[in-house]
């Protein structure tokens, strides 16, 4: 092996041109120049495959013991290793900015999710550039890089088609090329997705077979056969991150039906088969303990008897989901395979972000939205039967119940969001790297974290931690190298204290012991009420006898309890943890957070063709009154299509053009529809066309009147009976002069949705509105110039 000729501890690695002659002609025969080498890491860097999948609990996948059926974490974890006390942060943004960078959530900015940030350093998703991460390092170093799937690290109000994109994977974050979606999930049928910064759309339609597992999975491939193809010597980082299995649960409806009648008894029962089987297959201690069901959760006897068939398809869906999921990373696997490189690959499969998600209520729901927006009681168990045969299809947005979240963390107690119990942070995890682990079928049992991905891959890699990235001084990374687990099964654990905190649920771990309080329950996303931080009940518990947190020791051992208690503080205050925010709901308004938002006031211009703008990125409408109006220019024989569209089909409002008349729609969650349709067709010619909504008031989620107008003469009147308070939809955007994603009325669909007339411009005002149901062209244009 030969000596690496470069530092590399400042990037990009400084050129440093060779001393020697230079002649004054070229045709000198002394004339000679070293050959120009393309940069290359290290000889013998390993690829690297890391794949992350999304709320999966420990004891869902059949590789830790599990129901659903994963094989292909069954093939790579026989000719590799098992971790069964690996662990993430208990929420999916925080655990993957935290192991893309090597630090804790909070060093990173990345308390919460982005779009509870706020002005607080620990919290506002903002990555500071003295945290360079991974895939930067790795590209400086000479790595190609890719990224296919789910990016949750982009702070909202960076969100936008006008960036900036410091914090996109294709440009700071590090990736050469990235085809996914941003945000914390998707409509796995019909998703919005990203090619670098560039929006597009899905290759194929739901009708036509599309699913978004299967198009990342295709990307990849493609990728690395390519990079394989046109770079052999040169080694790849590639991050296969699908939105699967965060809700909705989409999946075809012939892997969700090969588990027809396998849930029947219900999950109390499937959490003790799981932990019959995780100690069988070893994956547990022999002596480890199934923790009880918290009151909070009803027992699967204690569940509506006519509510049953819609839990068990609940879980059948998710069952399949994750096989689906498994499915098409094994072809990313076996692309790898094929190739001949699977040998010097380091390979890691993350069986979840957080533990298994328990934000689906005690129900299960049709439309996770309905409970975002406190809104569950719309779906009646007599609604939920109704759509028991359309779980997991196009149709809905659906999850399932707590019950099945905690049953699918067995043996631990507790779900994702809950930092404090092994429950929401303990995830398997298996690594296969045939050129640098020897054993086949191994497992490991030292503590390590999400953190400590990044510090192996460099060490596996022969990399340094970089000193200096793009003339920025670079803190230490936080996490510990695994690698000297890789050929010591029995070796001393090195990651030996790490502090866990989540809306206040909180932890820490140190030299195997844990110190641990819960401080809310992650079903209840608003209202509810919490305890102050100094009335939160404490627990103890020795890992070195007590696998699961099963053995409380707080009354024996109250002394010992009080010195993790005084080193979580000091570890919150050394990682920018404090001050401690429980607030869930209250953080999704941003005044309320102190974050930053893209615009500002209450009126906004938007122009034809401008689409795929984010919720964070139009100014909100929600619980107060609003009007929106457009200038259109129709063609003889009228136009059809949508003005402007918010949402999509589980949620939104549109203002579009149907048989030539305007006609205004507010669907509330995909399960009321709302609409208002002018009393004649929009003229040909020139012509305003607006919608005004005059809110009733009194609380949140009200509902009011609507009148529709043309060139401020109305034409038409309804009401909107009630309004989604809170969010419309994590994954759906604005558009004008068309709708993309799902369609907000049944009216259209996308592709059917493209105004024929010609739009000049649409403005948006929020709140108090003294216009007389008609803009002056010179007012709009002294709003235009007063946002400049």
């Known amino acids: 092996m030969k000596p690496d000729r470069h530092a590399r501890t400042m990037l990009p690695i400084p050129d440093r041109p060779a001393p020697g002659l230079t002649t004054y002609d070229a045709k000198d025969p002394n004339t000679a120049y070293p050959p120009i080498e393309p940069l290359m890491p290290p000889d013998g860097a390993p690829n690297v495959l890391v794949i992350l999948l999304d709320d999966v609990g420990f004891g869902a996948s059949s590789a830790f013991g599990g129901p659903c059926a994963t094989p292909n974490a069954e093939r790579l974890a026989a000719s590799g290793l098992k971790y069964n006390r690996f662990h993430t942060t208990a929420l999916c943004a925080p655990t993957r900015q935290a192991m893309l ?385 890789f050929r010591e099964p029995d070796a001393p654990e090195r990651h030996e204290l790490q502090y866990f905190e989540m809306f206040g649920n909180r932890g820490i771990y140190f030299k195997g012991w844990s110190a641990v309080t819960k401080h809310r329950t992650p079903w209840e996303l608003v209202g509810g009420t919490v305890p102050a931080f100094d009335d939160d009940v404490w627990e103890l518990y020795d890992g070195s006898v007590d696998f699961s947190q099963a053995r409380d020791l707080s009354a024996e051992q109250p002394d010992r309890l009080h010195e993790l208690q005084r080193l979580w503080l000091i570890e919150a205050v050394k990682y920018n943890v404090l001050p401690i925010d429980d607030r869930t709901g209250d953080r999704l308004n941003a005044e309320l957070a102190g974050r930053p938002t893209l615009v500002h006031g209450n009126s906004q211009l938007l122009y034809p063709g401008m689409g795929r703008l984010s919720e964070n990125s139009v100014i909100s409408i929600k619980n107060k009154s609003f009007s929106v109006t457009a200038e259109v220019e129709v063609p003889d024989g009228g136009a059809n299509g949508v003005i402007i569209a918010q949402g999509g089909r589980f949620g939104g409002w549109s203002l579009y053009a149907s048989g030539g008349a305007a006609k205004f729609v507010y669907n509330v969650l995909g399960i009321q529809e709302f609409a208002t349709t002018a009393e004649r067709p929009i003229p040909s010619g020139k012509h305003q066309v607006r919608v005004e909504f005059a809110y009733d008031g009194g609380g949140l989620a009200r509902g009011g009147d609507v009148t529709l107008y043309y060139d401020g003469e109305a034409v038409g009147s309804g009401r909107v009976g009630a309004t989604q308070p809170m969010i419309f939809s994590a994954d759906e955007t604005t558009d004008v002069g068309y709708e993309s994603g799902t369609a907000v009325s049944p009216d259209y669909t996308p592709q059917s949705s493209r105004f024929t007339g010609r739009i000049g411009w649409v403005q948006i005002d929020a709140g108090v509105d003294d216009h007389d149901h008609f803009i002056d062209p010179e007012e709009r244009l002294r709003v235009a110039m007063a946002r400049q």
């Open 101 to 485: 960078t090597g630090r804790n959530h909070h060093s990173v900015g990345m308390g919460s999710i982005t779009e509870t940030a706020t002005s607080a350093p620990g919290n506002s998703s903002l990555r500071p550039n003295t945290k360079a991460p991974l895939a930067m390092t790795l590209k400086l170093n000479g790595y190609s890089t890719a990224q296919f799937g789910k990016c949750h690290e982009v702070p909202v109000w960076q969100s936008s088609p006008m960036g900036p994109f410091d914090a996109w994977p294709s440009a700071g974050g590090g990736f050469e090329t990235f085809y996914g979606f941003i945000g914390g999930e998707n409509n796995q049928w019909e998703p919005a997705l990203y090619e670098g910064t560039t929006p597009v759309e899905p290759p194929a339609t739901a009708e036509e077979g599309y699913h978004l597992t299967e198009d990342l999975a295709d990307h990849a491939v493609s990728w690395i056969r390519s990079q394989k193809s046109l770079m052999p010597d040169k080694p790849f980082f590639v991050y296969f991150a699908p939105g699967a299995t965060h809700a909705p649960h989409h999946v075809p409806k012939e892997w969700a039906d090969k588990y027809a009648g396998r849930f029947a008894e219900g999950w109390d029962v499937q959490r003790e088969k799981t932990f019959a089987r995780q100690k069988e297959l070893g994956v547990i201690p022999a002596d480890a303990e199934l923790t009880p069901r918290h009151a909070e959760i009803p027992a699967w006897d204690d569940m509506p008897e006519q509510l049953k068939p819609v839990l068990e398809r609940e879980m059948e869906v998710y069952a399949g989901f994750l096989e689906h999921t498994d499915h098409h990373v094994g072809r990313v696997i076996d692309a790898i395979d094929d190739l001949g490189v699977l040998e010097n690959t380091l390979i890691y499969y993350i069986i979840g972000d957080n533990g298994a998600s328990a934000e689906g209520t005690l129900n299960g729901a049709f439309n996770e939205m309905a409970n975002f927006n406190g809104m569950a009681a719309l779906e009646t168990p007599e609604f939920m039967r109704s759509k028991v045969d359309e779980f997991g299809s196009p149709s809905s947005y659906n999850h399932y119940a707590v019950g099945w979240a905690w049953s699918m963390n067995a043996p631990f107690q507790w779900t994702k969001q809950v930092a404090s119990h092994w429950g929401g942070t303990r995830n398997g995890t298996i690594v296969h790297w045939p050129n640098g682990i020897d054993e086949q079928g191994g497992l490991r049992s030292q503590f390590t974290h999400c953190i400590d991905v990044a510090p192996t891959v460099l060490e596996a890699a022969g990399l340094p931690e970089p000193t200096m990235v793009n003339g920025v001084q670079q803190s230490p990374m936080e996490g510990t190298s695994m690698l000297y687990s």
